[in-house]
């Protein structure tokens, strides 16, 4: 019995051996398999290195600003009698706003004006007894100060009345009334806003680093989120004489037609102004860019070649760049690539140095310089 039992944990070992010379040859040839097996090329998309000539542009965020705008106060107290005009309209330099209660200055007016005609008589009779040597020329200066006392009260009463008509003091546009009818309103107590809207300024600061590119003259486009797609233009009309500072930037000031006043005093808008000078740049798409927090790189097209010379395929080269400036679907390279260089323009994360590639560009974006998103 102890002799089969031997048998038996020899069988054992030898089944046991067996199968692992069997499982190690598999994987032997699994390694193997694997050392020569290259995976199939990945497809991409390629864009060329393209040389281009763009604008020089100052960028900046500004704030629109009415040419003219006021918010119109009482300067006297008084109560509201009559208000003339439609919150949100459009007024000419002049026009009636607001009435005030005058009942008691045209009573005063009246009584002003007959003791001011009572005046002129007495001081035409004191010139003519003056000249017939009847009256003294005391008598004829006393006559004289009391019309002028007399015609300046009335013009201070007038003053009054002209104070609580309350009127446009130039042509713009309207806001929001803040006065009811029957109200008492104080001395600088607001009434209504009044802005003159076209043209409208705009204003924005630019580093003092600038300041030698920039005078008066120079194009400026301005864009505002509340109007995608429409670009507004004009020129530099001011520039601060001083430097900011505590920013040390300097304030710029242009002069903007508003055609049916479609921007506001308040809003911000983007603003560049564009310099005379075109630089060249070599531009790629930004969708072929890797970023990283050690360097950014792309991953450029080589053709690789058999041991005969003959083309073998397409491979990719990690390429480390330094960019510049980007406009629109495209971004400058200031460092890293040639003129002839090709890259791959979408998929980039996907690949690695060295991986086979097959370029399709069938399905390749359309890449623009000023894209215009239909959901913009």
């Known amino acids: 019995m102890k002799k089969s039992l031997i048998l038996t944990i020899l069988g054992l070992i030898v089944i046991v051996g067996i199968l692992a010379t069997i499982k190690?040859?598999?994987?032997?040839?699994?390694?193997?398999?694997?050392?020569?097996?290259?995976?199939?090329?990945?497809?991409?998309?390629?864009?060329?290195?393209?040389?281009?000539?763009?604008?020089?542009?100052?960028?900046?965020?500004?704030?629109?600003?009415?040419?003219?705008?006021?918010?119109?106060?009482?300067?006297?107290?008084?109560?509201?009698v009559d208000i003339a005009f439609e919150a949100g309209s459009r007024v000419m330099a002049g026009d009636l706003l607001v009435q005030?209660?005058?009942?008691?200055?045209?009573?005063?007016?009246?009584?002003?004006e007959s003791a001011a005609e009572l005046a002129r008589i007495e001081f035409k009779r004191s010139r003519k007894l003056l000249a017939d040597n009847v009256i003294s020329q005391s008598d004829y200066d006393?006559?004289?100060?009391?019309?002028?006392?007399?015609?300046?009260?009335?013009?201070?009463?007038?003053?009054?009345?002209?104070?609580?008509?309350?009127?446009?003091?130039?042509?713009?546009?309207l806001g929001i009334r803040l006065v009811n009818l029957g109200q008492v309103i104080k001395d600088g107590e607001a009434i209504v806003s009044l802005q003159s809207l076209d043209p409208i300024f705009v204003n924005f600061f630019l580093p003092q680093q600038q300041l030698a590119q920039l005078h008066t003259g120079l194009p400026?486009?301005?864009t505002s989120d509340a109007l995608p797609g429409q670009v507004f233009t004009c020129e530099i009309t001011a520039i601060n004489p001083e430097v900011d500072a505590d920013t040390r930037?300097?304030?710029?000031?242009?002069?903007?037609?508003?055609?049916?006043?479609?921007?506001?005093?308040?809003?911000?808008?983007?603003?560049?102004v564009v310099l005379p000078a075109k630089q060249e740049v070599l531009t790629i798409p930004a969708t072929a860019v890797l970023y990283a927090p050690?360097?950014?790189?792309?991953?450029?097209?080589?053709?690789?070649?058999?041991?005969d010379g003959t083309p073998a395929g397409k491979t990719v080269r990690q390429q480390f760049v330094r960019l510049g400036e980007k406009r629109g679907d495209f971004i400058a390279v200031t460092t890293g690539l040639n003129a002839d260089d090709s890259v791959v323009s979408t998929g980039a994360f996907k690949l690695r140095n060295g991986q086979g590639v097959k370029v399709d560009n069938k399905l390749t974006p359309d890449f623009k310089l000023a894209p215009h998103p239909e959901e913009s």
């Open 24 to 80: 190690g040859l598999q994987i032997k040839a699994m390694i193997a398999q694997s050392e020569q097996f290259s995976p199939p090329p990945e497809i991409v998309t390629v864009a060329p290195v393209t040389s281009d000539s763009w604008e020089t542009l100052l960028t900046s965020v500004g704030s629109l600003d009415a040419v003219q705008g006021v918010t119109v106060t009482a300067e006297i107290t008084g109560k509201v």
């Open 220 to 222: 400026v486009r301005v």
């Open 100 to 112: 005030q209660d005058i009942d008691v200055e045209k009573a005063q007016l009246r009584s002003a």
């Open 294 to 307: 050690y360097s950014d790189s792309v991953f450029v097209i080589e053709e690789q070649k058999a041991e």
């Open 142 to 173: 006393n006559a004289q100060a009391q019309l002028t006392q007399a015609l300046a009260q009335a013009d201070n009463i007038r003053a009054v009345i002209a104070k609580k008509t309350i009127r446009a003091p130039f042509a713009g546009r």
């Open 249 to 272: 930037n300097i304030r710029l000031q242009g002069r903007m037609a508003n055609t049916g006043e479609l921007l506001r005093a308040g809003m911000y808008v983007n603003v560049a």
